[in-house]
């Protein structure tokens, strides 16, 4: 099959731009191409090229069309209008059914002429998150384009990027491509892409990526493992560094001993962020006094002098991060809070001050439901924002909540206070830890809870791909923290409770009265003071529709997380209902999951879409059927059987949910499923006698309820 290979070759792209940008080329070169095209192209990227290799049919006949006409013997008016549409005459149609048809002939299409349309199309309405013009042209690009290659089998298609009357830099594609800048600069041309490969590693550039990844990874470790070292796993790091080098070479440097008694997170981030070099550490987790680095070029002294040009730019480096960390250590975390009252969380939020004290209130109600301390939660809460304005957040902002976490030690505060500052903030993502100390748990939802409920309150939610303020991490994060820390927490409740609205404390507790049981209640099941929190949030129209908001928000980034993980989707939506106890929802999920595996559990969801079905049928004639059943009715052994039946298994349901059993609810449904199926099989539910018939609708209406009890069967598929 001949073989189509487009390279374009520009300035140096951004190292996160450039992956992205070889599935776009792929991705749109798909449909483009889509006649010839075959399989899948292979996108390749670097970091002054990007491009794809693929399979491509040199020509092909397009099938023909017919178009149907009027029919036989229509007025002439009539069929000249549909020869004129056509740009036909009489003679190319037949008779086909009574009907006059046009067939027309299928075409040819070349791969050269597709790749002249759709090619410049493609590339002047290519997606880059940021581009640029420069010269004359209207053409945009990420960094200037320079050429384009475009073989196909072999040979050039010389496709013009010109658009009318802009030239667009005279760029016209060609067989010719650049290697290394340093160690081969010059063009030269290739025949393929095994050429094009095996040329540009000849000229000391690897294409493909996966490649130069592996020889980063494998070239640090072998420098690390010879000083008895090992690599502080960054694969976003390496990844990055992957899309700055053609040819990497990796080099080892060494960190001034003065430095050393820097916090190991301060040391890593200004190494990675500010230098993109890879930290090293001991095999028992101590930093090393050692980095690795990874150069472009093969330097004729070994890279000696690299080596010393990259040490003295960390020294000046370390020496600012330690200037932000002795200046930071002159202060309490008590010194920083009064200005985080100037500083804006969100304009219709309020301050970092008035979050935090949020925060801390909801942390200390929280505390009660995860075992922690109160005043030690509060505590954490109280100073987790604090090392926002130091100086060493300032600059490294990656460090937050981890620099609070050193200068709380380093004042005295307990560990499980300095513990939950640094760990508020888990998980950052689905493979990070959660926090596991009930301190920092508790913090750690408080946050999340604080910045769910405040966002939704202004009507700041996520729409489809927007989430500028991560409420969908920041809800994934309370679900695995509830999941993996095993809590039971009312959290519809939970949040109900922490939104005080930004009006008077009577009409709040009027407009959100209806979100409350009794007070006793309320403080048995969450552990939370009954009383309205006394600090403003924001005010909103209408507070319970927030609220409902917000518990389907979390419950369906639940659904999400559980259909990511394999569950079926009707199983999960069947389970969730009202319910807002995750564990819960997961107890009853997987009962659900081994009823509907069962033949007991398969026959009886029969049976149950059977009546579901009978049910709404016949109310739509004479309305529901939800009243008691008149035992003196039940004429036939089989309803008589149900109904018992029924009265046993509502008694066994009901213990069964109160005790949270529903795998014991489940199994007691399964018990239904003789005698439903004796009913339906020998009872006719439509009775001639209208009173018969209203008394088995209800038989079936309370079989319903009763299933309908553990979850909604409704939504599952059959």
């Not at 990007?50 to 002439?76: F, N, Y």
């Not at 299928?106 to 640029?132: N, R, Y």
């Not at 667009?168 to 393929?192: C, I, Q, Y």
């Not at 294409?207 to 976003?236: C, H, K, T």
Request: aromatic share 6%.
């Amino acid at each position: 099959m001949p073989e189509l290979l487009i390279e374009l070759l520009t300035e140096e792209i951004p190292a996160r731009m450039q992956a992205r940008a070889a599935e776009d080329l792929c991705r749109l070169i798909k449909p483009a191409l889509a006649p010839l095209l075959q399989g899948e192209p292979r996108g390749f990227y670097g970091p002054r090229r990007i491009g794809l290799v693929a399979e491509m049919a040199l020509s092909a006949e397009t099938a023909a069309k017919e178009e149907r006409g009027p029919r036989v013997g229509a007025p002439e008016q009539a069929l000249a209008g549909f020869l004129k549409k056509h740009n036909a005459t009489a003679e190319m149609l037949v008779e086909q059914n009574g009907f006059l048809v046009l067939v027309k002939p299928g075409e040819t299409i070349t791969a050269e002429a597709l790749l002249h349309q759709k090619l410049p199309e493609l590339l002047w309405a290519f997606p880059w998150p940021k581009s640029m013009r420069w010269g004359v042209s209207q053409f945009t690009w990420v960094r200037p384009l320079q050429r384009i290659l475009c073989l196909l089998d072999g040979r050039v298609v010389p496709v013009a990027l010109a658009r009318g009357e802009d030239a667009a830099h005279r760029l016209v594609a060609g067989d010719v491509t650049e290697g290394h800048r340093v160690h081969a600069p010059g063009a030269f041309p290739v025949t393929g892409h095994a050429d094009y490969v095996a040329r540009l590693r000849a000229d000391f550039v690897i294409v493909d990526a996966a490649e130069r990844m592996a020889l980063i990874r494998d070239g640090v470790a072998a420098l690390a493992a010879a000083q008895g070292l090992e690599v502080v796993p960054d694969e976003g790091l390496l990844a990055e560094v992957a899309g700055l080098v053609e040819w990497p070479v990796p080099l080892l440097g060494r960190i001034d001993e003065a430095f050393m008694d820097l916090p190991p997170e301060v040391m890593r981030t200004s190494m990675r962020v500010n230098q993109r070099y890879f930290a090293l550490r001991h095999p028992d987790g101590r930093a090393a006094p050692f980095f690795a680095l990874v150069a472009n070029i093969s330097a004729s002294d070994g890279g000696a002098a690299l080596v010393a040009g990259n040490e003295r730019v960390l020294r000046a480096r370390l020496s600012d991060a330690r200037f932000f960390w002795d200046q930071d250590r002159k202060q309490r975390l008590e010194d920083f809070l009064p200005k985080l009252e100037g500083v804006v969380f969100h304009a219709k939020l309020g301050t970092q001050a008035q979050r935090i004290a949020r925060i801390e209130n909801l942390a200390g109600n929280l505390a009660y439901r995860v075992g922690a301390s109160r005043p030690l939660s509060e505590r954490a809460a109280k100073l987790a924002k604090a090392d926002l304005i130091s100086g060493m957040v300032g600059e490294f902002p990656e460090l937050q909540g981890v620099m609070g976490s050193y200068y709380a030690r380093l004042q005295g505060e307990d560990a499980r206070v300095a513990d939950a500052i640094g760990q508020h903030y888990r998980p950052l993502g689905p493979t990070d830890e959660v926090p596991t100390e009930p301190v920092a748990v508790a913090v750690a939802l408080a946050d999340k809870l604080d910045q769910l409920a405040g966002f939704f309150a202004v009507d700041e939610r996520p729409t489809g791909s927007s989430d500028p303020y991560a409420l969908r991490r920041a809800a994934l994060g309370v679900i695995r923290i509830v999941r993996e820390q095993r809590l039971r927490l009312p959290l519809g409740e939970i949040i109900a409770h922490h939104v005080k609205f930004a009006i008077s404390e009577a009409e709040a507790e009027t407009k959100l009265g209806a979100l409350y049981e009794a007070e006793e209640t309320f403080e048995s099941r969450t552990g939370l003071s009954a009383g309205l929190p006394t600090y403003p949030i924001v005010q909103v129209s209408d507070p319970q529709e927030t609220l409902k908001a917000l518990r389907e928000f979390i419950t369906d980034r639940l659904r999400v997380q559980l259909r990511a993980e394999g569950a079926r989707h009707d199983l999960v939506t069947a389970s969730i209902g009202e319910d807002d106890d995750i564990l819960r929802i997961l107890a009853r999920a997987e009962a659900l999951k081994a009823l509907v595996e069962s033949e007991d559990g398969t026959n009886l969801l029969a049976a149950y879409k059977r009546a579901q079905n009978i049910l709404r049928i016949e109310e739509k004639k004479d309305g529901p059927h939800t009243g008691a059943v008149d035992e003196a009715l039940l004429a036939l052994p089989q309803e008589q059987a149900l109904n018992t039946a029924l009265a046993a298994a509502e008694t066994a349901v009901a213990q069964a949910l109160a005790a949270e059993d529903f795998a014991g609810a489940m199994a007691t449904l399964a018990t239904l499923r003789p005698p439903v199926d004796a009913f339906f099989q020998d009872i006719l539910v439509n009775d001639a006698d209208r009173s018969l018939r209203r008394n088995r609708l209800r038989l079936l209406s309370r079989l319903k309820s009763a299933m309908d009890s553990v979850a909604d069967l409704s939504k599952i598929e059959s």
